[in-house]
């Protein structure tokens, strides 16, 4: 093994994200890069802030050689402080340093980090990664190339994540980009909008190695059924070699266009979906080039529903056709659709995509504090509303859905519906529902009171600078 020691880093979210502190689920970047620094003898560890629950060490950064920063917008600004504590660090020991980043946010914005970073690897970096480590690679901006061939990827070895127990969600890539181009989304600017898979046999060899254990797979693809013969391929070699983890995906509504494929899902082991609502303005879908209707989301609801899969809904609020009743009837719709869980996002202006170019040009960017970039933060004037209306209908909206009120009438219909299927099961195989989305109304309450206590001087600033557009 090379002496040289790489330590890659994925920071915390800062400004309090729900995520960073609920759900240790890591980027896959990371763990790929290192898998194959690993395969290329470098001494290499990942430091995952989140799943470690503390920040890095100083006599963690200053035993690195080279330390690599994976960061998302939101954790950009904790990345850029862990680069100069790492380069100070290093100076008093009078030891070299050298600090790469890459992600998204570097490859959106590579120029804005010149100073606070040795080398920013902009896209893909798989192809790249060992000339960069080895110094055959010396450009302070470094273009990386699309995989072509996703079987090609090593399997991942999350044994290199500090403190990953494997216990909980496993996240598990097996396609990169998305065909449609949705104005508020990075990844077709990342990854391209040709989808790239890897073949049902590799996905499977990936699976079989997380066959048995009780925490979900998780798969991160951005739409895990753009091909429906290939992940029909992929649930037949589920079921067939016995994969027995629950397990996750992110689809589109289009999905519950073929129920038989939904029920294959179900049948492979699938029990929660992650659905881009976006919103029941049909204007706003529009405005969004989401490429779905209102009854799309209604129709699936009901399917996924009816094949036992739980949904957690996804919602973008402040779009310019919204205004301010569609907080309350976004409310509505999510209880009367009984969608399992709700994440309401404001709209957020990511850099790289064409949404965060609009509002640019048009001035409506409030600041450019990146952390405050993670979807729960309003950072942009929006059309009918201030932006502190957003935030505080961003927040009756969540408050309402984790409400006790809500958790109880959950609680309620979950126990008539235990019985009803305790009855049925009886004389006929059955699933009995969930009580999990029951727990999470009644947990998900208290953060939100939290999150709003943490962002009282955000809210307070918003109200004194808030314009509308
Ligand atoms: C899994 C996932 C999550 C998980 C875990 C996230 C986490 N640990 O941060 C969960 C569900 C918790 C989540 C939450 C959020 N997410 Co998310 N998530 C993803 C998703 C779907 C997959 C990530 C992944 O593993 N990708 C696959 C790997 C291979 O790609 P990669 O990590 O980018 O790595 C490659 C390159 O970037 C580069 N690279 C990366 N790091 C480094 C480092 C070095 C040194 C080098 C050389 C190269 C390099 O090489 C890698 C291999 O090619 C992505 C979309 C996507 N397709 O990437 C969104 C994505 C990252 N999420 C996004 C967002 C906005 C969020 C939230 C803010 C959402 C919200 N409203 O709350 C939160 C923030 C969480 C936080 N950290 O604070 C955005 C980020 C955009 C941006 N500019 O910041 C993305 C891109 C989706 C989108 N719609 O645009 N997310
Ligand atoms: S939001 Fe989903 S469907 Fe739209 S471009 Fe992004 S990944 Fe594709």
Request: a positive charge; one cysteine or more; charged letters at 20%.
């Amino acid at each position: 093994m090379s002496s040289v020691k790489v330590i890659f880093v994925e920071p915390t979210g800062a400004r309090s994200n729900i995520f960073a502190r609920f759900m240790s689920i890591p980027l896959l970047g990371p763990v790929y890069l290192s898998t194959i620094a690993k395969q290329a003898g470098f001494d290499v560890s990942i430091i995952n802030e989140n799943i470690l629950r503390r920040k890095i060490t100083t006599s963690e950064l200053v035993s690195a050689d080279i330390l690599c920063l994976s960061c998302i917008t939101a954790t950009i600004d904790r990345g850029k402080k862990i680069a100069y504590t790492y380069r100070a660090l290093r100076a008093a020991k009078g030891k070299k340093s050298r600090v790469i980043v890459g992600g998204i946010h570097a490859s959106m914005m590579p120029k804005d980090l010149s100073e606070s970073f040795d080398q920013i690897i902009v896209g893909e970096a798989e192809n790249i990664i060992v000339d960069i480590l080895k110094g055959r690679i010396t450009d302070h901006i470094v273009y990386g190339t699309k995989l072509d061939n996703l079987d090609t990827l090593p399997l991942p070895d999350y044994s290199l994540l500090q403190g990953w127990k494997g216990k909980g969600v496993v996240p598990v890539m097996t396609s990169r980009g998305c065909p449609y181009d949705c104005n508020f989304c990075s990844v077709t600017k990342m990854f391209g909008k040709g989808y790239r898979a890897q073949s049902p046999s590799r996905v499977l060899q990936e699976t079989a190695r997380f066959k048995q254990g009780r925490g979900f797979v998780f798969f991160v693809d951005d739409n895990f059924a753009v091909n429906f013969d290939r992940t029909n391929e992929i649930l037949d070699g589920m079921v067939s070699t016995g994969f027995k983890r629950p397990w996750s995906a992110q689809v589109r509504t289009d999905v519950t266009h073929k129920p038989e494929f939904v029920a294959k899902m179900r049948k492979a082991g699938c029990k929660i979906v992650y659905v881009g609502f976006e919103s029941i303005n049909t204007e706003s879908l529009l405005d969004m080039h989401k490429k779905q209707t209102v009854d799309d989301i209604r129709r699936s609801m009901e399917v996924f529903h009816k094949n036992n899969i739980m949904v957690h809904g996804m919602f973008i609020l402040g779009n310019d056709p919204d205004t301010k009743e569609l907080f309350k009837t976004t409310s509505r719709f999510c209880k009367e659709a009984n969608i399992d869980w709700v994440q309401y996002s404001v709209l957020t202006p990511l850099p790289g995509t064409d949404l965060y170019a609009r509002l640019k040009d048009e001035g409506r960017l409030l600041h450019k504090q990146w952390s405050y970039y993670d979807g729960l933060h309003v950072v942009f004037s929006p059309k009918n509303m201030t932006a502190h209306e957003l935030q505080k209908g961003m927040i009756e909206c969540f408050s309402d859905f984790y409400s006790y009120a809500n958790a109880i009438n959950n609680a309620l219909n979950a126990g008539y519906n235990v019985t009803a299927s305790a009855v049925k099961a009886l004389y006929q195989k059955v699933h009995f529902p969930s009580l999990y989305p029951t727990f999470v109304k009644f947990a998900g309450n208290g953060i939100v009171k939290q999150w709003v206590r943490e962002n009282a001087p955000y809210l307070s600033y918003l109200s004194k600078s808030s314009a509308r557009a």
